[in-house]
């Protein structure tokens, strides 16, 4: 992760001005990217192991 | 001008015994009983003036009665001016009356962790290892819904048919910000491949534009005339068609843009320009498309996407806020509320990541959509499936939608203050203090009266009908003052 954030923190000196935009928008892109990774290493963990019975067993009545 | 938009929030959580049999109700009563028995004594409901039968278009249906009056089950009044029962075959809080959207936010926020609160006490009661589990979410994927419902004082004066018109465009397309995403569809003959994942959990399940059904034939405008105040003053307006949020920021912005909506319909300044062509078909098609680019038609032939018609709302709120103010909804409160509707709306038409820690189905689509990319699934999988459920689910440990980084309004201490602290702001204040003070001369308590029993006279009804009284400013000191409730009912009578 900070590996990403290093090489693109570089980018907007040494281009022009014109492009500039777009490292940073890559930049917020992979930060995003990484913190989904993130998010779904934990996912696998905290996922029901059985998914197939803990989304077929959920079945509620109607209610209001 | 539009009078002071007293909200709530009602929501009927999902549940399931894990590791033991049971049925719903018999779980969603030891749920709630575990929680009572542990923290008040259970003052009892008062269903004298319960009137679910009556229709806001002026008929009645004299056999509809309030279902727990036959069947007898569970239903509590907290010291935070809340009810907790057991609605059909599901635990339910109804929120006590609160003056803003924000509020309402902190209220729900106690709502959750009175749920959570009675899942670790029923478990320890349990003591065989079952666990009662609980979701905030509205449907079991398999065509079975169950509400979150609001509700917003309104005017008597306003025309019923006015509101409905007039606030039907806003409800339609609000889910853009407070859908909470749903994989797959459970309308009959749509596939997971054809609707892989869409914005609500509520919309296959709304097929009228207008009615008094709440669990079947659902209307998008619910005309139960039940107003738990003043009936020649005011209606309350049961609104049926919102999704139960995970998300802090989307209950606030789906109850504050609601009730700016409805302060300008009070006050005639909305018009009728954005009136839809087929409404329920509409509801439909935006929450069928995430990629937000479906129009719908207006009845003048014109057509918009949904964030489009929210676009045209928020102008009209803007101008409303220039002519009449928004001290209905609480100035402050207000101001924040259409700063961040106008960021939501910008944020979902220019990069919707950026607004994923406001909006529950951009929060869930990215989980749902990175897992299906990083484990080669197919719509329809089963692990999709669960992480759509397991957003909304109640345990810590478990709960998917606490991972994802959602902006939160409501500090901790504040959330687990309300759950036994009323409201200051409306009579939620009284109804919650009495149940502090002298819950054992409380014989029964509903939302517009409380009724004591302080011995030797006959049993005292105390009348609660406008919703702004009662408030710590107008009966704060008498709390300080009485030491008995036979003082306080002396202190009223003078």
Known sequence: MAEHTQKQKQAPSRTEETIEDLPVGAQQGEKLKAELDDLLDEIDEVLETNAEDFVKSYVQKGGE | ?494
């Open chain 2, 1 to 494: 001008m539009a009078i002071a938009k007293v909200c709530g929030i009602e929501t009927e959580y999902g549940i399931q015994v894990r590791g033991a049999e049971s049925n719903p109700v018999a779980a969603s009563s030891a749920l709630i009983n575990a929680y009572v028995s542990g923290t008040l004594r259970n003052i009892d409901w008062d269903f004298g003036h319960e009137r679910p039968g009556t229709d806001a278009r002026g008929f009645s249906y004299p056999d509809s009665f309030a279902p727990e009056i036959e069947m007898q089950l569970v239903n509590a009044v907290l010291t935070n001016g809340a009810r907790y029962y057991v609605d059909h075959a599901h635990p339910e809080v109804s929120t006590p009356e609160c003056l803003t959207a924000l509020e309402v936010v902190r209220f729900d926020r106690a709502a959750e962790e009175i749920v959570r609160a009675s899942m670790t006490a029923a478990k320890r009661l349990l003591n065989d290892g079952s666990e009662i589990v609980t979701y905030k979410n509205n449907s079991d994927g398999k065509g079975n819904s169950y509400g979150c419902h609001e509700n917003y004082l309104v005017d008597r004066a306003t025309p019923f048919a006015r509101i409905v018109s007039q606030i039907t465009p806003h409800f339609v397309s609000r889910q853009v910000f407070c859908g909470a995403g749903k994989v797959g569809s459970e309308l009959a003959g749509t596939s997971s491949s054809a609707v892989p994942y869409q914005i609500s959990q509520r919309a296959d399940f709304f097929e009228e534009e207008v009615g008094l059904e709440t669990t079947l034939k659902r209307p998008i405008v619910n005309t139960r005339d039940e107003p738990h105040c003043d009936p020649q003053k005011y209606r309350r307006l049961h609104v049926i068609v919102g999704d139960a949020n995970m998300s802090e920021v989307a209950t606030y912005l789906k109850v504050g843009t609601t009730a700016i909506v409805l302060a300008m319909i009070e006050d005639d300044m909305i018009g009728s320009e954005l009136t839809l062509a087929n409404p329920v078909s509409a509801i439909r098609q935006i929450s069928q498309d995430p990629s937000l680019t479906t129009t719908v038609a207006l009845r003048d032939g014109t057509r918009m996407t949904a964030i489009e018609l929210q676009w045209a709302v928020l102008e009209r709120a803007r101008k409303y806020e220039r002519s009449h103010g928004l001290a209905c909804v609480g100035d402050d409160v207000a101001v924040d509320l259409l700063a961040r509707w106008e960021t939501v709306l910008a944020g979902l038409e220019s990069d919707r990541n950026s607004v994923a820690h406001w909006v529950d189905w951009v929060a869930k689509q990215r989980l749902v959509d990175g897992f299906a990319d990083r484990h080669h699934l197919h719509p329809g999988d089963a692990k999709l499936k669960a992480i759509d459920l397991q957003y909304h689910d109640m345990r810590a440990d478990r709960c998917l939608a606490t991972r994802v980084g959602l902006e939160t309004l409501i500090s901790e201490h504040d959330a687990l203050t309300a759950m036994t602290e009323p409201p200051e702001t409306t009579r939620a204040y009284f109804r919650g203090k009495c149940l502090q003070r002298w819950p054992g001369e409380i014989v029964a308590a509903n939302w517009d009266s409380m009724v004591f029993d302080v011995g030797r006279e006959p049993l005292r009804r105390v009348p609660m009908l406008e919703p702004l009284r009662g408030t710590a400013k107008l009966v704060g000191a008498l709390f300080d003052e009485c030491t008995t409730a036979a003082e306080l009912l002396a202190r009223l009578d003078a």
